[in-house]
């Protein structure tokens, strides 16, 4: 675990979401009411959540965006850049490389994996895919430090064995099955038809 | 809006985390802190959200899974197909329209449209690219409801514009930017880089 403040389990989407928050705004202050607004919470839980980590709001004023933003930023580890390999070189792991919101915020991709013996070798958007079982040794060498898992659900598991095995402490998984970790590694699952699912319910029946 | 019962604005997440949950179950019953810790809430704010729907769980027994499952789904509009487009028939498009998650959860993708004459007229895994400028006359007959942007930065805003005036109510946006809708319509934006820089906090300094 790092060597800053904890942030209890609840707490850390929100604190993520305040970030982007912040980022799209435009003044110098901001209120709690304008950050629970932009966040879907209400505004005593971001209050609270912000007051956790200090003294950072005045009252009448609101809070400094610019402060508030190094703050949570650094509390999150995002003060420095992180490197990334993606596992997996169909659809899914082009699009994530053609992203353009991950180079903008620090996270730089630094090797694309593969285990079909057809794209090995080839370059997907200028990356060479490299093939899966050099991932081992490839990763120190690399100094990555997330994983992004973007293969077909049934190799998702053997993709995070193999991640888990080399080291990696910190996976995101695109695809739509739990996957099981030791509980030293965090894990984030990207669940795409989540978000349909909840705009049906604005729908007319 | 829909005739089922309202859900508050911050509730609606949370409720579809918890449908995401009891999915993945496996046994008959589930209690309150089994949801909770599986959605990464607490046990009281699971208890007060499903409270707010009627009388679901048993002191002693829990939340039956299955009759839980029926009545989350169906006040969310899930207890029916949704026919779904994307725009944009780039990488992300494509890794969409191969997503297994959508037409097992009832979204079917009925349209895949862009603005590039050198896309449209060609097949994407088996979808006709559409001319974006055939979208307001399509959408009625491919009988619609959820668009999903899938195109580049630059371009979001004015996809946006011509979905709502083809008469979209509900539009999931991958473009990492901000767009402006009138309220009537539902917009939900994903961010991809947002789990990453969650991850990032538990990353070794």
Request: proline share 7%; aromatic share 6%; net charge negative.
């Amino acid at each position: 675990m790092p060597k800053r403040k904890p942030i209890p389990d609840p707490t850390l989407p929100r604190i993520c979401m305040y970030v982007r928050v912040l980022e799209s705004h435009q003044e110098a202050n901001i209120s709690s009411a304008a950050i629970a607004e932009a966040a879907g919470v209400n505004a005593a839980q971001v209050r609270k959540d912000l007051s956790f980590f200090g003294q950072f709001g005045q009252p009448g004023v609101g809070y400094d965006v610019g402060e508030l933003q190094v703050a949570l930023k650094r509390m999150l580890g995002l003060d420095r850049e992180r490197n990334v390999i993606i596992v997996g070189a169909g659809a899914l792991g082009s699009a994530l490389i053609g992203y353009p919101g991950f180079e903008g915020r620090g996270f730089r991709i630094v090797g694309i994996f593969d285990s079909n013996p057809a794209k090995v070798g080839h370059r997907l958007r200028g990356y060479p895919v490299l093939p899966i079982d050099e991932l081992p040794e490839q990763l120190a060498a690399l100094s990555a430090q997330l994983g992004v898992i973007a293969v077909p659900q049934a190799a998702a598991q053997s993709v995070a064995d193999t991640l888990v095995e080399a080291g990696m402490t910190a996976i995101l998984n695109f695809a739509p099955v739990s996957l099981r970790v030791p509980d030293s590694v965090a894990l984030r699952n990207v669940d795409l038809t989540q978000h349909l699912e909840c705009l049906a319910y604005y729908l007319e029946d």
